[in-house]
DNA sequence: CTTGACACAGAACATTCGTTCGATTATAAT
DNA sequence: ATTATAATCGAACGAATGTTCTGTGTCAAG
């Protein structure tokens, strides 16, 4: 609630409602701290971090006047809409540590309709690649991937595997042959790799790829 | 009203307010411009001081964003979830027709998060790849993507692009090289088409593939 | 045919804009 | 006392922003 927010917080939430509410367009940065009394931008993009962080307001970065306020209405809103998955935002995977389990800071999450999905949704969890070590799996750096938890894979499906040696996350097609795993990429250019099976990890099963273009 | 306009002047006030629906905030001449296809900023202010002199809007001068829509209706209540966006679905996209340009049924629409794209977030849509025609652009059949109404591009983005000649729907990235269109496929295997300018028609700038893996 | 108004267009410019960087101070934890 | 984190701050920067200026083309009125 307001009465938790630091005084200087509070007086930059408030200004934004005032302002809003005569101009129906955002303020600056600038205007804010003339309002407040602060001649730094960056304390002012600072406060704005915290408000956000408190889910007062989105930002949208690197955007004149990108911000909206979130109005507090019932928190029953998103389950009333049964079509929208709220997937737990995790982080990042990246080859040289194994996928997160818990999330890095607070309750991000990413919201997708349920029709982008079958039948089980449960278990989802959310990741954003770091890097090129996954292209060979047609996955590039800064897409968003959304998987299963899941230690066990059918044949086939792809998955997020952790090898203890050499100590990397690789994101490939799985087949169990015996005692060894195929681990096929998806680049049909590129050869598969056979690990002893206790050498490997499923961390999550791969059901969904996001491409951001822009 | 609105059919008093010329045409140019009402897709400027039909795009700000899909703008404003989905941003909270308006947007700026260059926004406008690259909606609607001109890359003139001067004439994009021409068109809303038109638009202020018919009582369809107020501007403010000198200030970025600096307008405010006259509502004529009864004020629409904002989206209590301002995280989400609801994009219109409008079916399928395949090789041998034009996008569509209405929604086949209904009202659908697919909803992500706003935190998946970037600073604008007008005029998107969503389809559904029908076919194996588009894997050159690394996008296959089933996958969904989502598009901007835009009848231009920057060179290098990738677009929904309808080429008269020989009357096909393709993906790909869009140079434009003297009077000829260079249409490169994703998949760097694969070499560009040349097209003259005038059997080109971009239906909708690519900013997002989802790839469902079950 | 000429003129003026309107619509359209691009380039250049000064100013504004948010981010980044480096710094200091205050506070909390060890 | 030390260390880490949070809060605070200003300067600099590259990019974005709207305005101004100049120009072309179209059309209607005289």
Redesign the interface.
């Known amino acids: 609630m307001n009465a938790e927010l630091p005084t200087r917080q509070q007086r930059v939430r408030s200004f934004l409602e005032e302002y809003l509410e005569s101009?129906?367009?955002?303020p600056?940065l600038r205007e804010i701290g003339r309002a407040i009394g602060v001649k730094s931008t960056s304390l002012i993009s600072y406060y704005l971090d915290q408000l956000e962080e408190r889910g007062y307001l989105?930002r949208?970065?690197?955007?004149?006047?990108?911000?909206?306020l979130?109005?507090r209405?019932?928190p029953r809103?998103?389950k009333a809409?049964p079509?929208?998955l709220s997937i737990p935002y995790l982080g990042h995977i990246v080859a040289s540590a194994p996928v997160p389990i818990e999330p890095l800071s607070g309750d991000e999450?990413?919201?997708?309709?349920r029709?982008?999905?079958?039948a089980?949704t449960a278990n989802l969890f959310a990741l954003t690649v770091k890097g090129d070590s996954m292209i060979d799996a047609?996955i590039h750096d800064g897409d968003?991937i959304i998987l299963r938890h899941q230690e066990r894979v059918e044949n086939g499906?792809?998955a997020a595997v952790w090898l203890d040696e050499p100590g990397e996350t690789t994101l490939k097609k799985v087949y169990y042959e015996g005692r060894q795993v195929r681990l096929q990429p998806a680049n049909p250019s590129m050869g598969p790799i056979y690990v002893p099976e206790d050498n490997v990890r499923v961390q999550g099963?791969?059901?969904?790829?996001?491409?951001?273009?822009?």
């Open positions: 101009n129906e367009y955002p600056t989105v949208q970065r690197s955007v004149s006047r990108g911000l909206r979130v109005r209405d019932s809103e998103l809409r079509e929208i999450s990413v919201e997708l309709s029709a982008l999905f079958g089980n047609l968003t499906e792809m099963k791969v059901v969904m790829v996001i491409r951001q273009l822009e």
